[in-house]
Every structure is written in structure tokens, then in C-alpha cells.
């Protein structure tokens, strides 16, 4: 009975065994067309995200990299307004327009300021300061959640991310984009020419967008055009914010416009950006004959009597005068010209910060129209004046109410006031001098600002004859800008006199820099105060040692501090304080 048993059961186990086999391998077939289909979508993923650039990514090796370690974060700065952030894998939400921190366990966030963050942000994405439409901020997600979500597409290239304050106004693009872009670059290594440049502000190319491109070899990124690449991006190494160390002017946000209060760029880092932009844009600056050139407008703020004033500038210098025009010319043959001149002659307006590209020693010539006060505009003339741009400037202002034509019918954002009350419209035209104010809307700053003007040429001569006093700029030497180092073996010695008499001598070796340097005038300042008082006596001395006896007392300590001073302004640092005991 057995042995008929087993052989009843034996087709059953085959079939069994053939089922078996059966769903094995219908198993294995299906893992392996998910497999294929996950394959195809991840080399799907990996041209999409090659679309950016000839960078190579493994894509699987990338998605693993985000589940397993997250985003990165470490950040300089102590504040949003002087922070940059470096991140590894911050990702981008195109339909929620969010950036994304995916938290794992070996998620890095540096500075972890918790709440904080939110007052008002972790940084600035423009090199505006503290600027709220400005402002950067990510969510924060598990990153678990990428199960969830769409498939990331990579940008493998190290990139750049930040917002163009206005990228249609010449110089906006110079002081607030540019110039901050390329000294950013400068302090990251891997920040160079294959870098790319993400603008998030969610402008379109603007007018000037050439520009822009000469700052990498990769074309830079809009913010709309992130949609088209997919729902998810995320930035495999990237760079958030800008460095402010190079802006020179506040445009009147919290306090009426004028030079920010520590300016830490001088004119020589603007003028080896203006060297990089001209070696991009292939200008060389040819040597040849001294010229004048006039900024021309087409449209708003122009001169009606240019003709004449091209001719005064000619005869009154002697030299060839010509004219540019952002309307007429391309912008490179523009600073061909300009890169070579004597002499920039324009009315107020963002075409004036292609004086950073003028010879040392030329001249900036700027006119304002009727009611304007030059004084409380000033972010061509603070150029101008930095030190090492050695740029001679001069203002302009028309006094002469008969030499404007105003244009109250236009548009307000064109200086027109007809949609003010008639009270206001009457106050304007009454008016000698636009008040101070803050940006941006100021009715009375725009219908001025927006006049066209007669220039006085007889006025006009008269200031640039008492300006400039040497008519042939482009000569000047560049003036030294090189800082004393400290003075070495200070001493001092007491002596007591009577007792209400005591005299104190000071002496010190020059720094050891003086001896290497051409340096037209050294003087030393020397600081005593007495010990436990708040205030001290300063003195400046054109030798290396003195003898103080105006109150100095006997039986007295002393702490007496001495430093070298160039050619009037150019200050080192203190040497050890000196203990002097009379």
C-alpha cells in the first residue's frame, strides 16, 4: 500500500515542483522587467540631469548619497547679512518654489540655529542687505520622504545660487551682481570657470544677460527654466548668498541713499574686475590721442543742447570729443571707447558705472537736472573717490528753471504727477530742491529726475576749469595705497624735574616696510594717557622721538601707544603699548 501511495503522489509532487519552478521564475522575470524599468528610468534621469553639462554623474550612486547622508550645510558668517552657505544636495521643489533640507542621520547643519532661522532668514541671496524680498529659506524633510516624492533630477555642476537685484539697470547689474558674483568666486576654489550661476529671483535674461555669462563658461540658469528639467532638483554641490565686502552704496531702503558706512573695497579690486571683463569682452586699451566722450540719452534726462556742449568741451580742451549710446551701440564697443578716454561726461543715471572702466587719472563729469542736489546722490562720485580708482569727479547742477522742459503727463513711474492731487502737483512744481528721501517712489524725486535739460555751457566751463586743474588725466600715477607696518623698539624714559615738573621722552625705530617704499611724507602719532583715565593726549611728529613735559606729572604712570601715518591717511597699526612711569 505504501508503495502504490508513493506512486499516486509522485505526479502531484512533479506538478508541485513544476509550479514552483513556474512561479520562480515568473518571480525573477518580474523583478527583473521592475529592475529594467528602474534602470531605464534612472539612465532616464541621468541624461535629463546631463543635460545641465559634459559632468558625468552616477545617478544611482548620487540617489544614494541624498538617502543615506541627506543634505549638508556649513555656512560663514555670524549673521544673515554676511552669511554664504555651502551645501551638498540641497534639493528644489519647482512646483511648491521651496528649497528642500533632507534631515538623515548624518545630516550636517551648521550654524543649527533652530527658530532662529526664521528671524528674519539664514542669508541674503542678493548682495542687497537684509533686503526682505531677498531673503533665503528651506523646508525641512526626513529623508525618508524621498520614497514619496518625485524621482530627483541632479545638477551635477558645482553651482552658485542667488538672486539679481534688478538685471534691466546698468548699475544694479555692476555693484549689486557682478562685481559681488566674481569676488564671491574668488573666495571658493572650486567656484571657477565650470561653475554655474542659478538666479532665483525669477526675473528673464534682461537686457544685459551677456553679461552675466562672461563670469562662467557655463550658461547660467533662470529660475523658470528649473520647471522645465523637473519637479525635483537637487544641487549635488552648491553655494547660497553673496559677499557684500565689495558694494560701496546703500540706495536708501531704511536711511536716504548714500556711501555704506564701512566700505571695504578699494578701487584697485574694481579695477582688476573691470581688467577681467575687458579680457573677456577681448578689449585691449590702446595708447593714442586724448579724447572726451559725452553719454548720450534717447528717451528721458537728456541733454537739448548737446551739439553745443560737444563743441565747448572740444575748444575748450583741444581735443576730439565723441559720444556713446547704451540705444545705439553694443555695450563692448562702448567700453572700447570709454576704457581710453580723458574725460566721461553724462547725466545722472546707472550708464555712469562704466566709469569703472576709464584710465586713471580721467575725469567723471556728472550732470543733474533742476532741483536736484548732487550731494545727496552720490553713487558715481563715491566710486570715483575710492581709493586707488584715482578718478577726478566733478558734479554739475542745473540752477536755471527756464533750462528744463518736466513731463508731468507721462506715467508715474516716468516722473509723471498728474494722479497726484492738485495741491501735491502744485507743491512739486513750487518746489527749488527734491527733499531727502527714501527709495524708492518719490514723486518729486522722479518728475525731476526725468527732465531734460539746456546745459549752461558758460556755468558749466567755469566749474571744470577750477576742478581740473591738469587737463591732460590720463597721465597721473597711481598713488600708493601700501599701509606702514609698526614702529619697531619703542622706549620711553622719565625724568623729575621738581615736584610739580617731570618730562617724558619717547623714541622709536621707522617700520621695517619705510625703507623698501617711495612714500612722499611720513609723519608718527603718539597717544599718552595717564593710568585710570579715560581720555588721552594725541599729537602727530614728523621725527622719531620727542620729549613731552606740558602735563606730564612726577610720580605718575603713563601708557603711551606710537604708529607711522603715509602721505596723510594711509594708517599702521599701534605698536605694544609702552608703560611709562615718571
Same mark, same amino acid.
Not at 98 to 116: C, I, K, Q, T, Y
Not at 210 to 230: A, C, H, I, N, V
Not at 290 to 301: G, L
Given at each position: ?99 528642500? $533640507? ?5 545630516? =550636517?547643519?551648521?550654524?543649527? &540655529?533652530?527658530?532662529? !532661522? #526664521?528671524? *528674519?532668514?539664514? +542669508? ?23 520614497? $514619496? ?5 541632479? =545638477?551635477?555642476?558645482?553651482? &552658485?545660487?542667488?538672486? !539679481? #537685484?534688478? *538685471?534691466?539697470? +546698468? ?412
Amino acid at each position: 500500500m505504501r508503495a502504490i501511495g508513493c506512486r499516486m503522489n509522485l505526479p502531484a509532487v512533479l506538478n508541485g515542483l513544476l509550479v514552483s519552478v513556474v512561479a520562480a521564475l515568473l518571480w525573477k522575470y518580474v523583478r527583473l522587467i521592475e529592475h529594467t524599468s528602474q534602470l531605464e528610468e534612472e539612465l532616464a534621469l541621468t541624461r535629463q540631469s546631463q543635460e545641465f553639462s559634459q559632468v558625468r554623474i552616477d545617478y544611482h550612486g548620487a540617489l544614494l548619497a541624498l538617502q543615506e547622508h541627506g543634505t549638508r550645510m556649513v555656512c560663514t558668517g555670524k549673521m544673515h547679512t554676511d552669511r554664504i552657505c555651502r551645501f551638498d544636495y540641497l534639493c528644489y521643489c519647482t512646483e511648491a518654489e521651496e528649497f528642500v $533640507f533632507f534631515h538623515s542621520n548624518a545630516s =550636517v547643519m551648521l550654524p543649527n &540655529l533652530g527658530p532662529r !532661522r #526664521f528671524q *528674519p532668514a539664514l +542669508l541674503d541671496l542678493s548682495s542687497v542687505e537684509d533686503h526682505n524680498t531677498q531673503y533665503f529659506n528651506f523646508l525641512e524633510l526626513p529623508a525618508a520622504a524621498l520614497k $514619496f516624492m518625485p524621482k530627483p533630477v541632479f =545638477v551635477p555642476d558645482v553651482t &552658485l545660487i542667488l538672486n !539679481r #537685484f534688478n *538685471p534691466d539697470n +546698468l548699475m544694479h547689474i555692476f555693484h549689486d551682481d557682478l562685481l559681488p558674483i566674481y569676488y564671491t568666486m574668488q573666495q571658493y576654489s572650486d567656484l571657477d570657470d565650470e561653475a554655474r550661476l542659478v538666479f532665483m529671483e525669477g526675473w528673464g535674461e534682461g537686457a544685459h544677460f551677456d553679461l552675466y555669462r562672461l563670469l562662467s563658461s557655463k550658461q547660467p540658469l533662470l529660475k523658470e527654466q528649473l520647471k522645465t528639467f523637473g519637479k525635483l532638483m537637487c544641487f549635488t554641490k552648491s553655494y547660497v548668498g553673496l559677499s557684500k565686502m565689495t558694494t560701496w552704496y546703500q540706495y536708501g531702503f531704511v536711511q536716504p541713499q548714500g556711501p555704506k558706512a564701512n566700505i571695504l573695497i578699494s578701487g584697485n579690486e574694481i579695477r582688476q574686475f573691470a581688467s577681467f571683463l575687458m579680457e573677456r569682452l577681448n578689449i585691449t586699451q590702446e595708447e593714442g590721442d586724448d579724447y572726451i566722450v559725452v553719454f548720450k540719452r534717447t528717451t528721458n534726462r537728456l541733454i537739448l543742447n548737446e551739439a553745443e556742449l560737444l563743441l565747448a568741451l572740444a575748444q575748450e580742451f583741444q581735443m576730439r570729443t565723441v559720444t556713446v549710446s547704451l540705444e545705439e551701440q553694443s555695450f563692448d564697443s562702448i567700453i572700447q571707447i570709454i576704457s581710453g578716454a580723458t574725460m566721461l561726461v553724462s547725466m545722472h543715471g546707472a550708464q555712469m558705472i562704466t566709469s569703472m572702466f576709464l584710465p586713471r587719472g580721467a575725469a567723471v563729469v556728472e550732470l543733474f537736472p533742476y532741483a536736484v542736489n548732487p550731494e545727496q546722490y552720490t553713487p558715481y562720485k563715491t566710486l570715483a573717490s575710492l581709493p586707488g580708482m584715482d578718478l577726478q569727479y566733478v558734479a554739475w547742477r542745473n540752477t536755471m528753471e527756464k533750462n528744463t522742459i518736466t513731463y508731468p503727463d507721462r506715467p508715474w513711474d516716468q516722473g509723471g504727477i498728474v494722479h497726484l492731487d492738485k495741491e501735491e502737483q502744485e507743491r512739486i512744481l513750487a518746489s527749488k530742491e527734491v527733499p531727502r528721501h527714501l527709495c524708492c517712489r518719490n514723486p518729486e524725486w522722479l518728475f525731476r529726475i526725468y527732465q531734460d535739460t539746456t546745459v549752461d555751457i558758460a556755468s558749466f566751463l567755469d566749474l571744470l576749469r577750477e576742478a581740473l586743474k591738469k587737463p591732460n588725466l590720463k597721465k597721473a600715477k597711481v598713488a600708493s595705497t601700501v599701509h606702514p607696518g609698526r614702529v619697531r623698539e619703542p622706549k620711553c624714559q622719565t625724568s623729575v624735574q621738581a615736584t610739580n615738573e617731570a618730562k617724558l621722552s619717547v623714541s622709536w625705530q621707522i617700520p621695517w616696510n619705510l625703507k623698501y617704499l617711495k612714500v612722499k611724507e611720513v609723519k608718527y602719532e603718539v597717544w599718552i594717557q595717564e593710568q585710570g583715565e579715560n581720555t588721552y593726549m594725541p599729537y602727530i611728529l614728523p621725527h622719531q622721538n620727542y620729549t613731552f613735559s606740558e602735563n606730564i606729572k612726577p610720580f605718575t604712570t603713563y601708557l603711551v601707544w606710537v604708529r607711522c601715518i603715509f602721505n596723510k591717511n594711509l594708517l599702521g597699526p599701534f605698536a605694544d603699548v609702552l608703560i611709562c612711569k615718571t
